[in-house]
């Protein structure tokens, strides 16, 4: 049986018989794998902290013919999201690593998913402010998907730059001057600016853009819409941590 070793990212685990857990990771170069981790729940377990969501490291297993799930070597972390210096933070580690695990595929390499994936892991352990960390992580997602609205009026192709709206059953932005009456979802100028600055800057600066809370919630709702639209359905984690904020 061949070993392979990969860099890795943790997406979930789940427990499987008396002491063993089953692992589910992002490879970089051969996509999403199951893995069983022998004893991962024993006291004193070699896998002790390393199979936390969101962790990086060094994964070795074997593929076994037949069988869909591979046998783990060992999980060596490179960052953990344990790092992160808020409880707020590791609120969000979950909901992070369940949209990577919606996204990446089985068996098909999606580098710059898993590079997204590791810059977030890495932003989070740093101590990147985590709100405009979500709204960054998801700006990108769904651009990489190729599911993110261009950042111009879909009616009259002008720019949004005295501010928008996103249509109701539509996910489009068009400009305030062809938003239709009836609501929809707005987006501040505010907003529209932290997206085009998002698209340009890594998220080890994103300190250096500004993001106000309510332009924060405008387009957390417009992400939200976006990510059910293509997921047809609505994700755990989000819920949570929507209900988190509620009970603070
Ligand atoms: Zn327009």
Request: hydrophobic share 40%; net charge positive; aromatic share 8%.
């Amino acid at each position: 049986m061949p070993v392979y070793k990969a860099d890795a990212l943790v997406l979930r685990t789940y427990k499987l018989g008396e002491a063993d857990r089953i692992v589910v990771f992002m490879t970089r170069d051969r996509g999403k794998k199951r893995g069983v981790a022998k004893g991962a729940r024993r006291p004193r377990s070699k896998y002790m902290g390393a199979l936390e969501p969101l962790t990086r490291g060094e994964v070795a297993y074997f593929e076994r013919e037949q069988r869909e799930l591979v046998q783990l070597n060992y999980m060596d972390p490179v960052r953990s999201p344990l790092l992160a210096q808020s409880a707020e933070a590791l609120g969000y580690v979950g909901y992070f690593a369940e949209l990577l695990d919606e996204w990446a595929q089985d068996a098909h390499a999606d580098e710059r998913l898993f590079r997204l994936g590791s810059s977030m892991v890495d932003a989070i352990a740093a101590g990147a402010p985590i709100e405009k960390l979500a709204r960054y992580f998801e700006y990108w997602l769904l651009r990489l998907q190729g599911v993110y609205p261009a950042l111009s009026c879909a009616e009259c192709g002008g720019s949004l730059g005295k501010g928008a709206m996103m249509p109701p059953r539509e996910h489009m932005f068009v400009c305030e001057g062809c938003a239709p009456g009836g609501g929809g979802t707005e987006v501040s100028t505010g907003a529209i600016r932290f997206l085009a600055s998002a698209g340009s800057v890594g998220p080890e600066r994103l300190e250096s853009l500004s993001l106000v809370a309510s332009a924060s919630r405008e387009l957390e709702t417009v992400h939200r819409r976006l990510i059910n639209l293509h997921l047809e359905k609505e994700l755990k984690s989000a819920r949570v941590l929507r209900e988190m904020r509620h009970a603070r």
